[in-house]
């Protein structure tokens, strides 16, 4: 065997994969056209951080550009003074977790 070449061959079926990414494009494209239907736009925190990632069309919805926000306190900076302390009660609220406990179906 010294000296001679080897060879690894190796097949894979992805076509299950690629159908599935193509479903997956196939939804984002869909809610992206009806969010702009119904000029509506999403942002969404990383917590702790307060990182925000905003929809281009929610900011300029608002007037501003994409590179102004970039964290919460950017937009909690447009919020008018006299709303910032119950918007900012309003968003705490969303943050905690309650812990429910429930029936099952079968009692």
Do not use: C
């Not at 079926?13 to 494009?25: A, G, H, L, Q």
């Not at 925190?45 to 102004?68: A, C, I, N, W």
């Not at 705490?92 to 977790?97: K, Q």
């Amino acid at each position: 065997m010294e000296g001679e070449g080897r060879t690894l061959i190796s097949i894979r079926d992805t076509s299950e994969r690629r159908e599935r990414e193509e479903k997956i494009k196939t939804m984002q494209e869909m809610i992206q056209r009806a969010l702009s239907a119904g000029n509506i736009a999403w942002w969404e925190m990383e917590l702790p951080s307060k990182k925000v990632t905003f929809d281009d069309r929610k900011v300029t919805m608002l007037g501003y550009s994409p590179q102004q926000f970039t964290t919460y306190k950017d937009f909690e900076e447009i919020i008018h003074p006299q709303d910032r302390e119950k918007s900012s009660t309003r968003w705490e609220n969303t943050l905690l977790v309650t812990e429910i406990d429930t029936r099952s179906g079968t009692g």
